[in-house]
């Protein structure tokens, strides 16, 4: 962590310093009153109140489809050593350690890793052959966090035809000229498939909210849009599983220097990461309310100590798998009368 860890408050950039403290306390209650103001006359409009706890739950027990058909979802619990964001509760990030290992080396985890994918791919078939229900795996991290490589450790040997990984970087002109949401919409799961974000709808909540893109009572409202959009994909049969991957600072500075250090890396390495990282503090700000305000029964968000590639590596594909287990996905009845059918010369 860095020694000025903790002390800039939600909003404050880093590098501030000219105003005086007393200044920027009278400030930012201001601003926090503001907020407060925004949000409430949000709410007035929109004509709702955030859904309750209780309210969840009912959500999760049943759904039904616009066409009738129920649904279930299912979101399994996690793989023992991911913390997950109970709904409701505060996600405090400087409380999970990113160093954790389970007690495990890297041989038995990689070793263990073998098995998870092997039951993602077994099960994976079975989702595609059901083609009814689908599953969207989110990837949030600071850069250097590790979301290529999980990506490329976790979904090895999955049939790439039931798989889609999308990668969302800074919006084009077009995707700018539409609500936030409307691009992701547009890469959701099929049926059947497994579709992976690699950064995702959050980035709205996260940079855009660190590098001031867009005024705080729009990013603000995004938290609840967010959850009706989430909510309403697992309404659709969608089960949603987001994990952030959480590195600790010094990681981070070890992971740029060897890219630095490897030319065959350079491609990865973009001098811009530097001056990103000086906002360290203001993205775990960020991440720390996107991940409390967005845990929800349908979609809570799971935090893995990713320090260490390969223990991350492990806790994720051993909750995915557990995750398809939960589904249960069917394949479909088969036609009658197959066996002893002759194929014509
Ligand atoms: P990655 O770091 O994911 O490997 P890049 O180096 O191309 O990929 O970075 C993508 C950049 O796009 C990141 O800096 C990220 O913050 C930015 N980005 C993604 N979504 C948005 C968004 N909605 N608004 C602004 N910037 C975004």
Not at 77 to 95: K, Y
Request: proline residues 5%.
């Amino acid at each position: 962590m860095s020694k000025h860890h903790g002390k800039h408050r939600r909003g404050q950039s880093p590098g501030e310093t000219g105003a005086s403290a007393s200044q920027r306390d009278v400030s930012h209650r201001k601003e926090a009153a503001r907020g407060k103001a925004d949000k409430k006359a949000e709410a007035r409009r929109a004509g709702h109140r955030p859904p309750s706890a209780a309210h969840w739950a009912r959500e999760a027990e049943s759904r039904t489809t616009a066409a009738g058909e129920t649904i279930d979802p299912r979101v399994a619990p996690a793989a023992a050593g991911i913390v997950t964001v109970q709904p409701g509760s505060r996600c405090d990030l400087e409380a999970i350690d990113a160093n954790a290992d389970g007690g495990l080396d890297k041989e038995e985890a990689k070793a263990a890793l073998v098995t998870e994918r092997a039951r993602i791919a077994t099960l994976q078939e079975r989702l595609y052959a059901e083609h009814k229900r689908s599953l969207l795996v989110v990837f949030q991290a600071i850069d250097t966090g590790g979301k290529d490589g999980t990506i490329r450790a976790v979904f090895e040997g999955v049939n790439p035809q039931g798989c889609r990984v999308w990668s969302f970087k800074v919006p084009s002109a077009e995707e700018s000229d539409h609500d936030f949401l409307w691009r992701y919409h547009a890469k959701a799961p099929a049926r059947g498939m497994i579709n992976v974000f690699n950064r995702s709808h959050y980035e709205d909540v996260l940079v855009v909210r660190v590098k001031d893109l867009v005024p705080a009572p729009v990013w603000r409202a995004r938290y609840d849009q967010i959850n009706y959009f989430e909510r309403m994909l697992a309404a659709a049969g969608t089960t949603v599983l987001k994990f952030f991957l959480h590195i600790s600072k010094d990681e981070q500075k070890e992971r740029l220097e060897a890219r630095i250090a490897n030319p065959d890396k350079h491609w990865k390495f973009d001098p811009a990461d530097l001056v990103e990282r000086r906002s360290w503090d203001a993205y775990q700000a960020a991440f720390a309310d996107a991940l409390t305000a967005c845990s929800t029964l349908h979609a809570p968000w799971h935090v893995v100590p990713a320090n260490r590639k390969w223990y991350r590596n492990l806790l994720i594909a051993r909750t995915i798998a557990d995750t398809l287990e939960a589904m249960d996905p069917r394949f479909p009845e088969a036609q009658t009368g197959i066996s002893g059918m002759t194929v014509p010369d």
